[in-house]
């Protein structure tokens, strides 16, 4: 038998070569393939988003537009235009600092009951000119203005209690120590409430119109306190507006605004 010596393959490439030269094309195979079928991910759609916190308390975007939207409970502003953004903000700022401090005090008294609330809401279908065009009264005229501003009974029950609350707790904290006295009354009368009537019109005695002249004069020095308090909370507090075309209001809106009706300083 003739030997034959055995054949060398001196540049072939070995088998482990060959294993990991299939593996590779097996996975860039498989990526081309998941990238094929797999689809792109969509470009992040923004739901909401933060525009200012309030002592770590954050604000959002939607919160300004449901403010807007309850903003047409609000007799405080008739007349007055559609309610901005910033102005909205201005009010949930205010409101947020006065919640947390009477939740740090007492929330329970100043928290409203059910029947105050069902009050406050029987006053505004009744009398809130927007409601009263559309027979609020009538269940079916309420749920039609209710749909035509995009709002929902409980969130209506909800922001009259926490609007009575408010006005309550500034009450409680500001208008006990005030007091009136008869010459501040009858200042107000002679200077402020007579020269109201014209020359020949039957006017109306002191003392029948002093009680509406005390509670103008009250709701004046509450409303000076508060304002300065509200001041003071603001510059002690943390409150930061992100977005920067919210920062400057056009002008400040009191958070109670339009939670009580009749409190201007016409007594006639």
Not at 59 to 83: M, N, P, Q, Y
Not at 100 to 124: G, H, K, S
């Amino acid at each position: 038998m003739r030997y034959r010596p055995p054949i060398r393959f001196h540049n072939a490439p070995g088998l482990d070569c060959l294993l990991a030269c299939l593996f590779a094309c097996l996975a860039a195979a498989g990526s081309t393939r998941a990238s094929a079928q797999t689809p792109q991910p969509a470009a992040p759609v923004v739901l909401d988003r933060v525009v200012a916190v309030v002592n770590n308390q954050a604000i959002l975007s939607s919160d300004l537009d449901e403010e807007i939207r309850l903003s047409v409970l609000d007799s405080g502003h008739a007349g007055l235009g559609v309610l901005t953004r910033k102005l909205a903000l201005q009010q949930l700022i205010a409101r947020a600092l006065i919640q947390q401090q009477f939740r740090q005090q007492d929330a329970q008294t100043a928290e409203a009951t059910q029947a105050e609330v069902d009050a406050r809401l029987a006053v505004i279908r009744r009398q809130l000119p927007a409601c009263v065009h559309q027979n609020c009264a009538s269940e079916a005229g309420w749920r039609a203005f209710l749909a035509a501003n995009n709002l929902k009974p409980e969130r209506v029950e909800s922001y009259l209690r926490n609007r009575i609350g408010i006005l309550r707790f500034i009450e409680q904290r500001f208008r006990q120590d005030i007091r009136i006295t008869q010459p501040e009354i009858e200042t107000y009368y002679r200077d402020t409430l007579l020269p109201q009537y014209a020359k020949g019109e039957a006017v109306p005695p002191l003392d029948e119109v002093a009680p509406r002249i005390q509670e103008i004069l009250l709701q004046r020095q509450v409303n000076a306190l508060f304002a300065d308090w509200l001041a003071k909370l603001r510059e002690e507090g943390e409150v930061e507006v992100l977005d920067p075309a919210l920062e400057a209001p056009e002008s400040p809106v009191s958070p109670q605004a339009g939670a009580k009706d009749g409190t201007g300083d016409g007594s006639r």
